[in-house]
């Protein structure tokens, strides 16, 4: 009952066998390897290295993308495993030498995952090479055996990802994007039709808006794994995000539209015929993003837009007397909604591989696209070769804490010191919070594995028993060990390297309290180095440039608003700054978004926040090709109505940084985004306006109301009572 009960706790935990078949892939591997070269060749190092590389390449590397693309990553980072194992071999002559040479290769290793958070998946095992060549015994002349016996591991360990059990392929962000265009033209379609017929279908509506929006949650970075979600620098994977943010937004304007419905059918709405064309063109989008299927332009969109703004002005064409502020509300949605579908097609084109044309320069949101993946990243580099960068930090604090550690073991010459760098790599992460909780199944998991190990070898001392017992304890470490948590983790990874070594240089039962000694002090080198050396992580460097962004899109609203009153320029720095803050918060959430956050405190909604700016960008660039600068000078009152609105939005943006800044949570009054309510705010003004005019004032305050209502999406961090 006991083995059938924990049998179906592991089948919860691992429905498709993902677990289980890599664990069983590893262990064919190793298993090869290790008995391959430590009794077929009857090479100590042949088969610690490989045993080694087998580890390092398949558990400690955790790589994206399906198996063929995980094979040839692995093959093609060979080069970079020998380097690091070259060095640290070389350097092994002197404590000091190799603690110098684990400060350089642990800052450089961890730093260049600062260009593609993906490459961090590949740090710890390339760290992980040359910590094991940089301890004694100094022997160079074996190294040809080293890199034999890594390289055999690798190349068996990718030809395994291929044809042993590959692992499926997970939904890859493109196919999320793809089903929320798909989602969302759905119900672009349904909202046009309740434009012109509002009850018609009331049923299949309602279930079209919960699938679109079931569908864009669905395409939130963090519910993606680290390795599969969109967080490099270069352009498709920022093209990848900024189409979520238009996604996000497009269904914001799907929801306004639909809750303005006209209360009887107008069956030819110039806001629905554009919904239409939006819808077919989101769709056609999303599926582009499919692999081999034709890029989408936004030509036939940009018609339907033109023929909307032709009609936009003056409402139905037949009613002089005064202007249909509801309709011209609507047709302003509409068209802010066309605008969030384009930047979603120059999106999808970009993230395909094309470079934004002559027909894709309405927006300089994509205006890094046009500048080479090299260019791209060295972008990336410098913005984060800065005193206040969180990455810099956790590079620098991983390096130190090795070095320290590599000192450590050196100067107390421990038989097997490069447990205590591998305990330190285990439990030191990017934040204090994190480091604490990788704490505790560190120690707690060693000290049961090495009592187990150790009672193990005071009755057993023939390393034939051992070496039957290899394959068993593979599976356990990295299969069953895996699923039941971190505690059964380290102690069947305790018990595997004891059954290893055992074999490798018989030392008994001091072989488990050497370990015990080494992981011990691992553990006390990476709490301290986490603690006391920048212990906030990432989620410090984003809440900094989370209020530094808010409050550069405030400014930039601002001044749109006076420009299009006459009363300043036009906003081409501001909106420079807010796309400049754009790519420092987005590169702090890509690293956050690899953190572990404290589960006592409430997670601001940072896609939301992101998407502010988004909006912001391109509905700015919008709204002043429509309605030029100055466009609503001497208009008093309207003056008045959009000073006071952008102040009330300014005053948010600022209540919102201040919230995100210092983790309050705060009760922000809800502004309200109706066409029935802004027809109340500006009735007092259509006296003697011309519908021009008040084409121009509908559209602007229509705007800065959308971007109050994409605010009050956007909530603070709490602290849990």
């Known amino acids: 009952m006991l083995a059938t009960s924990l049998l179906g706790r592991l089948r919860r935990r691992d429905p498709g066998d993902a677990v289980l078949r890599r664990a069983v892939r590893l262990t064919l591997v190793a298993s090869v390897v290790f008995y391959g070269c430590r009794y077929g060749a009857g090479s100590s190092t042949l088969a610690t290295y490989g045993l080694f590389g087998t580890i390092a390449a398949g558990s400690f590397a955790q790589l994206p993308g399906p198996a063929p693309q995980r094979a040839r990553i692995l093959v093609l980072s060979l080069p970079v495993v020998w380097a690091l194992i070259a060095a640290g071999s070389l350097l092994a002559w002197s404590t000091w030498a190799a603690a110098g040479g684990m400060l350089v290769v642990g800052f450089v290793v961890a730093f260049a995952g600062v260009g593609n958070p993906r490459l961090v998946g590949l740090a710890s095992a390339f760290q992980l090479f040359y910590i094991l060549a940089s301890f004694p015994p100094y022997q160079p002349d074996t190294l040809p055996e080293r890199l034999g016996g890594v390289t055999l591991a690798v190349v068996l360990l990718a030809v395994a990802e291929v044809f042993l059990w590959p692992d499926p392929v997970p939904v890859s962000y493109r196919q999320r994007l793809a089903e929320a265009a798909d989602g969302i033209a759905a119900f672009l379609d349904a909202t046009a039709e309740r434009l012109t017929d509002p009850h018609a279908a009331v049923g299949d509506r309602n279930a079209r808006r919960e699938r679109a929006h079931d569908v864009v949650a669905a395409i939130a970075l963090n519910r993606s794994p680290p390795a599969w979600a969109p967080t490099a620098a270069g352009a498709q994977d920022r093209a990848l995000r900024i189409c979520g943010a238009a996604l996000r937004e497009v269904l914001a304007d799907a929801d306004r539209l639909a809750a303005d419905a006209p209360p009887e059918p107008i069956p030819d709405l110039a806001a629905a015929r554009l919904l239409r064309s939006c819808a077919d063109t989101t769709r056609a989008a999303g599926r582009s993003l499919s ?37 011209l509300c609507r047709d302003a949605t509409a068209l802010s909604l066309a605008d969030q579908v384009r930047v979603f097609v120059v999106g999808s084109r970009v993230a395909t591989g094309a470079r934004p044309g002559g027909d894709d320069d309405s927006s300089e949101l994509f205006a890094y696209a046009r500048r080479s993946p090299w260019t791209l990243y060295w972008w990336q580099f410098r913005s984060h070769l800065a005193p206040r960068s969180a990455h810099l930090h956790s590079s620098l604090r991983l390096a130190v804490a090795l070095a320290i550690a590599r000192v450590a073991a050196g100067v107390l010459e421990l038989t097997h010191g490069f447990w205590v760098l591998l305990a330190t790599l285990t439990v030191l992460r990017t934040s204090a919070a994190d480091t604490r909780t990788a704490l505790r199944p560190a120690v707690l998991g060693t000290i049961v594995g090495a009592a187990v190990s150790g009672g193990v070898m005071l009755v057993v001392d023939e390393p034939i028993v051992y070496a039957f017992a290899l394959p068993v304890t593979l599976l356990l470490a990295f299969g069953v060990g895996r699923l039941l948590g971190p505690v059964w983790q380290q102690a069947l990874f305790t018990v595997l390297l004891t059954v290893v070594f055992a074999q490798l240089s018989p030392e008994g039962w001091r072989l488990a309290e050497a370990r015990l000694v080494d992981v011990l002090l691992g553990a006390v080198i990476g709490v301290l180095a986490g603690v006391a050396i920048w212990p906030r992580g990432a989620g410090h460097d984003l809440r900094r440039n989370a209020t530094r962004y808010l409050a550069a899109s405030a400014d930039a609203v601002e001044q749109t608003v006076q420009a299009i009153l006459g009363d300043a320029p036009p906003p081409a720095g501001a909106l420079d700054r807010v796309r400049r803050r754009m790519v420092l918060i987005d590169s702090s959430y890509c690293q956050y978004h690899s953190e572990r956050h404290d589960p006592h405190r409430q997670q601001v909604n940072w896609d939301a926040v992101l998407s502010a700016g988004h909006h912001v960008v391109p509905g700015a660039e919008s709204l002043l090709r429509r309605n030029p600068p100055g ?61 021009q005019s008040v084409r121009h004032l509908v559209e602007v305050d229509r705007w800065l109301a959308s971007l109050a209502d994409s605010l009050a999406r956007i909530h603070p961090p709490a602290r849990r009572r």
């Open 291 to 327: 692999p081999g299927a034709p890029a989408v332009a936004p030509a036939d969109l940009d018609v339907a837009v033109g023929r909307a703004e032709a009609a936009y002005p003056v409402g139905s064409g037949q009613v002089r007397d005064a202007p249909d502020v509801p309709r």
């Open 631 to 691: 466009c609503l000078a001497g208009w008093p009152g309207a003056a008045t109505l959009l000073r006071n609105s952008a102040g009330r939005l300014r005053s948010a943006y600022d209540a919102l940084a201040d919230d995100v800044a210092h983790g309050r949570a705060s009760d922000r009054e809800p502004f309200s985004t109706t066409c029935v309510d802004q027809l109340d705010r500006i009735r007092p003004l259509l006296g003697g306006a011309d519908h």
